[in-house]
């Protein structure tokens, strides 16, 4: 709409006034208009009949997140950097912004989420392989379990072929973690070391992904913990 | 209702999704994938005077524009009546004619399975052997299937797929890899002369395989078309004698929990079960014979790696193997009196894998029982390296190129090229069997 109205007003706008133009056309040769036209000047009225006109717009920011995949899969998606730019377009953040290119691998950070709804116990699964991710400071692992592949922070000791346990089961004896394998917290004895730590059952791991990470258990009292 | 708002309302709204134990659900659940912003806007919602059953809502429909205060008026779907080609979108799925509530896992020529070999021996039901079987390497040995100048015309035969035939400087391995295959089959074919009834074969190629069994309470089936076949008037005679045959009863086969064998394999609800060889009834060659697989992606990622090739191989002539079983002895599960034999080579251009497939069984549903039989060659070199142009050191050439080399003398030692050739290029011999 603005566009219209730049427009409209340009289209009202000329570089003489609207009698020179018919005295020049008609009496004067085309060789002689630039003379005319240097004399007359336009007048403070022709000025006060345009509409006030901005002759520049400003840029909305076309930011569309990469984020768009809604489906999960193992395979490398392709990735946007930010730069330090929020939706706005403006930098935010400082110093973010080059770096070699990156595809991002969708990690799942619940880890006890059972293949299928129908069978909702603890179950097993198996190390693939465990490679370097480049989005992260950890390495990541590639763990198979049923017929469904997905990929996860990899502990420090992690190798292909290691068998995992997720479980969500909390007994009346604390359980001998291995290394690997996720428990709640209530299950853990008191003193070992964890990672990939979620607030709440179901929420997803969000504290202690970093490499080289880790925080001891603490709390002594079973059977609370939210 | 109207106090909860955003996250909170959507765990109202939703029971928890684990009951561990009695505690709470969770105020949020684990990451969604798919930003908001980028998600499909949901629809406004309905006025709350469609939720009053027996009301009929006053909308502005019949007005004709928008009058505040009215409801919102909801239209039927309008049906045009006709659809674009262009536009057309497939029936959903449980509305397709085919879709049955019985998971199917299907697998095709681009399935990589994760645990290779062992799963498709597992899919099959069969029992691996390394190496060809005795009777297969006998026609190696023998000097009357050995062709006159094999060394030279195999050489000739390498040059030409990945130096001569083709004008670039380096031909890509979508030329040169066929290119080798069909020069190979064709050496193969000059000895009819001598062995008349190789006359007796042809090479079909785009042919469509499909056939269903179970297994252990999966649905499987093998489907679509890979690469060529060999087909023959007379069957290919049992390897396995019949005490072997017996003996593989106290076979266990190997599992790998926790992993499930239907692992890659594409699952799908839409599915026939029909059986199809990929040849009509009155076809003259009715009996498989080989099966040829090439892998001719230039890039490594696409390719299929040796270990899933050689599953991708027990499959498809597992595949054959059964469809001609069934149409041979009809489709009862049963112990085969007359074992079928179907053997299969693969290869990207370099390195060659051979496979004797033996089906002694259609019972494949329980774990016990006769097992089927293979023999697998794998990772044979035709030859170690090619170079077609020259490998040049601080403007020296170390390595002439091939086409300055083939020019020359021919001479065994060239370092690039180490032919190994008997005991692969035997193989591709269609035997006289």
Known sequence: ?226 | MALASGPARRALARPGPLGLGGCGTPTRGAYEWGVRSTRKPEPPPLDRVYEIPGLEPITYAGKMHFMPGLARPVFPPWDPGWTHPKFRRPTPVHEQPLYKDRACYVFHHRCRLLEGVKQALWLTKAKLIEGLPKKVLSLVDDPKNHIENQDERILNVIFHARLWHSTEDTPKRETYCPVIVDSLIQLCKSQILKHPSLARRICAKNYTLSTTWNRESFLLQVRGSSGARLNTKDPLPAIASKEEVEATKNHVLETFYPISPTIDLQECNVYDVKDNTGFQEGYPYPYPHTLYFLETASLRPHRLQPDHLRAKMILFAFGNALAQARRLYGSDTKVLEQPVVVQSVGTDGRVFQFLVLQLNTTDLASNEGVKNLVWVDSDQLLYQHFWCRPVIKKKVVVLPGAASWSTRGRDWDYPGLRVYVKPTFVFIKPSSR
Request: charged content about 20%; proline content about 6%; some cysteine.
């Open chain 1, 1 to 226: 709409m603005a566009l219209r109205v730049l427009t409209r007003a340009m289209g009202s706008l000329s570089l003489t006034t609207p009698a020179v133009a018919t005295l020049s056309s008609s009496l004067l040769p085309a060789a002689q208009v630039t003379s005319s036209t240097l004399l007359q000047l336009p007048s403070s009225s022709l000025l006060l009949l345009c509409r006030p006109v901005l002759t520049s717009v400003a840029l909305s920011a076309n930011f569309v997140s990469w984020k768009s995949r809604t489906k999960y899969t193992i395979t490398p998606v392709k990735m946007r950097k930010s730069g330090g730019r929020n939706h706005t377009g403006r930098i935010q953040v400082h110093g973010i912004g080059g770096g070699h290119k990156q595809r991002y691998r969708m990690i799942d950070f619940l880890r006890f989420r059972p293949e299928l709804e129908a069978k909702p116990g603890p179950f097993e699964e198996k190390v693939i392989v465990v490679r370097y991710d480049p989005c992260r400071s950890a390495d990541i692992a590639l763990v198979a379990g049923g017929s469904r592949k997905r990929w996860i922070i990899a502990t420090e000791n992690m190798q292909a072929g290691d068998i995992i346990l997720n479980s969500d089961h909390i007994g009346r004896m604390a359980v001998a973690a291995r290394e690997g394998d996720a428990h709640p917290l209530g299950a853990l004895p008191v003193g070992t070391l964890v990672n990939n730590v979620e607030s709440e059952p179901g929420r997803g791991a969000q504290y202690i992904r970093a490499a080289g990470s880790g925080n001891v258990h603490g709390n002594s009292r079973p059977g609370i913990q939210r």
